[in-house]
């Protein structure tokens, strides 16, 4: 079953473009990882969400996870708050027909 891992971070002042460089060099052929996408959710803050093919995928890439953010640990302020786990129930986008209501 797919699962998702997110991190949260908060990035020093001046520190964001040597954080994001960080995650463009990472070595990110990790099996099982289909996706990462780094969202930038604020001033200095950051959000990193990967996509993998099941939980036993993610938890081998852990010790790959912690050796990168070893690469940049100096450019954070404070702790970072990683979560974890796998699909519960996707959605996807539903066709709107012209006899379906649409909210006032």
Not at 52 to 71: E, F, G, N, Q, Y
Request: net charge negative; with cysteine.
């Amino acid at each position: 079953m797919t699962a998702f891992n997110t991190v949260r971070f908060r990035v020093k002042p001046g520190r964001d473009e040597e954080f994001i460089q960080a995650h463009r060099r990472v070595d990110r052929n990790w099996p099982g990882l289909r996706s990462v996408n780094l969202i930038k959710t604020g001033e200095q803050t950051y959000c990193i969400i990967g996509e993998w093919d099941d939980m036993d995928s993610l938890a081998a890439a852990r010790p790959h996870m912690i050796a990168t953010l070893d690469t940049f640990r100096d450019c954070l302020d404070g702790d970072t708050d990683p979560v974890s786990g796998p699909v519960v129930l996707e959605l996807t986008p539903q066709l709107i027909t012209s006899e379906m209501q649409l909210p006032a």
